[in-house]
């Protein structure tokens, strides 16, 4: 009997490395799922999740972040307790919230793609103030544009009611976020993997 002996080639050690930080990214993400405070008339609670959606873009550019938070979604979808009130299952995807969670790894793509100029990641210390808090604006209206249309749709709520219930509430607190991603970025202490 003869055994076959390839050789394997080595996974690159870039790679290795944003894979752990994603799946790092996405953990947080889903650790902040603990701390829910409920909204009055809206569906949707208040958490510190989008803040790491924005370090997701941010930190780990449009390809890794966009993938961090696709792996947050898989790992909410097989029952992991990692949704708002940590809850968990496919079924939290289709329901009140689930077009904010959906627009997760979009939101952390475009961000990570405004604010890195492409798919190439760069030092962020270097990039002009307005085009992170751009990235940021453009990564809100996602989530929002997204979570709203689809309560909107679910719940058959007039767009002004889906607005008022899912995103005017929110905006104080999104802006607290956006600092806060802002100021861990400036500081150089997360910064991008370059290869």
Known sequence: MATEGNSVDAVDDTVV?????AAVLA???GATAAVSIPVPLSPAPITLQVLFVFLAGLVLGPVWGGFSLLLYLVAGAVGLPVF???RGGFGVLFGDSGGYLWSYPIAAGLIGFVAHGGTALRDLRTVRLPVIVGALVVGT???YG???AYMAW???LSAWKAVSAG???FIPGEILKMAAAIAVVRSGRLTPVRS
């Open 154 to 156: 679910l719940l058959e």
């Open 167 to 169: 995103a005017l509430p």
């Open 146 to 148: 997204m979570g709203t």
């Open 17 to 21: 490395r944003q894979f752990a930080r």
């Open 141 to 143: 209206i996602v989530i």
């Open 84 to 86: 708002a009130g940590m």
């Open 27 to 29: 953990a947080l993400v």
